[in-house]
């Protein structure tokens, strides 16, 4: 991805140590890296907001210290990135948001529109709403491509084997379409398909086939796979396959079905998402 702008979402507690990694294949590669460092303020307390008639709200003090607290660790993490930045002679940019988990999601999208790439460090998982809602808020209010369980990035911009979770929806030609640059440099891309539909109506005679011819012509060195579920969930049977190919990333479309049937019931994003030892890169 030369030239591109990589977009780290961060947290006060993602440990800077686990970013400087990437700095050899930014130089490589030309790339600008972008920082946001995001964290969620405590909810304004309800007996705050009713008051009587001419009166006062209550505005707790323990509430603002929390708020000031924030944004001291935010500014304390920022100025950690710049040095590192700074040492390694990087090209970047660092900034930061902070409000309600809910508010997220609208903030860290705008930074994303200008963005090639984001990546989601895990140290945010410890807030899971706030992962949460910086997630969806990329996913579905930027057209930028979402890593998940790659702090740095290192995996991502050096993937050697890629696995490609394929059907035929429109969330995963999008997230293959993004993928092209990554899949373009690598050895090795596997195009896996699971309990796929074999009509033309559906998934096509030979599933697969199309869009492996497809990027056959980009290039990439690719192998078409057709795989029985056995009634275990997509998710588990993804993840089983990458691990067999060995495969540094996997290219999976998000929510082909909404996100509250996901809330409710579970689903194949959800559950690759929930994990956090394979990198997995996401579009909706």
């Keep these: 991805m030369k030239n591109a702008t990589i977009l780290s979402i961060i947290g006060a507690n993602c440990p800077t140590k686990t970013l400087s990694p990437v700095a050899d294949i930014a130089r490589a ?31 707790p003090d323990t509430w603002q210290e929390s708020v000031q607290q924030v944004n001291a660790d935010l500014k ?23 409000a309600e988990p809910a508010g997220l999601a609208e903030l860290v999208s705008w930074r994303a529109k200008v963005c090639d790439l984001a990546l989601i460090c895990n140290g945010l998982r410890g807030e899971p709403q706030t992962f949460k809602n910086v997630l969806h808020g990329l996913l579905f209010n930027s057209a930028t491509p979402v890593v998940i369980n790659d702090s740095a990035g290192v995996k991502t911009l050096s993937a050697k084997n890629i696995l490609v979770a394929w059907n035929t929806s429109l969330p995963a030609s999008r997230a293959v379409k993004r993928a ?23 998934d096509g005679e ?17 192998t078409v796979e057709q795989h029985p579920s056995g009634g275990k969930e997509i998710a588990t049977c993804i993840l089983a396959r990458a691990a067999e190919v060995g495969a540094d990333l996997v290219v999976a479309g998000a929510y082909g079905h909404s996100r ?3 809330n409710l019931f579970g689903g194949t994003t959800a559950s690759l998402s929930e994990q956090t030892d394979v990198a997995v890169f996401m579009a909706h």
Excluded at 44 to 49: S, T
Excluded at 206 to 222: A, E, F, I, M, Y
């Design 29 to 59: 590669q030309n790339l600008h890296l972008a920082y946001l460092a995001v964290g969620a303020i405590p909810q304004f307390p309800n007996f705050g907001v009713g008051m009587l008639p001419y009166g006062s709200p209550v505005v």
């Design 260 to 262: 509250l049937r996901e």
């Design 206 to 222: 030979n599933p697969g086939s199309d869009v492996g011819k497809w990027l056959t012509r980009h290039g990439c060195n690719v």
């Design 76 to 98: 304390a993490k920022l100025d950690e990135v710049e040095a590192m930045l700074a040492k390694e002679g990087l090209s970047g940019d660092v900034s930061s948001v902070y």
């Design 180 to 202: 092209i640059p990554l899949l373009k440099q690598a050895e090795s891309v596997t195009i896996a398909c699971f309990d796929p539909r074999m009509s033309e109506l559906a």
